[in-house]
Nanobody, 116 residues
Framework: QVQVVESGGGLVQPGGSLRLSCAAS????????VDWFRQSPGKEREAVAS???????NYSDSVKGRFTISRDNAKNTAFLQMNSLKPEDTAVYYC??????????WGQGTQVTVSS
């Protein structure tokens, strides 16, 4: 069984930083694509960042220049470094890990609240 556990969320003041992690355990190898999404009340799910093996990371316009996606393949872990956080970044953040065979796994979500 593959399990994906997210962590790193919490309460942070505007302008602050958080780093989210997304760790996979079980029989998952060679993660091909990492996606980060966020969902806030009254808004549809938003794709935040994505990275594919051998390509440049992609970011939504709303987070470009502030967020950085990365991965540690040896540990089957992905990260989302979030800097210069704004109140509008408040949401539940979800990661999705893709294998090369197009099987994917979702994290349980972690709450990020940006407030003074």
């Amino acid at each position: 069984q593959v399990q994906v556990v997210e962590s790193g969320g919490g309460l942070v003041q505007p302008g602050g930083s958080l780093r989210l992690s997304c760790a996979a355990s079980g029989s998952i190898f060679s993660i091909s694509v990492v996606d980060w999404f966020r969902q806030s009340p009254g808004k549809e799910r938003e794709a935040v960042a994505s990275i594919s093996t051998g390509s440049r990371p992609n970011y939504s316009d709303s987070v470009k220049g502030r967020f950085t996606i990365s991965r540690d393949n040896a540990k089957n872990t992905a990260f989302l470094q979030m800097n210069s956080l704004k109140p509008e970044d408040t949401a539940v953040y979800y990661c999705r890990l893709w294998r090369s065979d197009r099987e994917s796994y979702w994290g349980q979500g972690t709450q990020v609240t940006v407030s003074s």
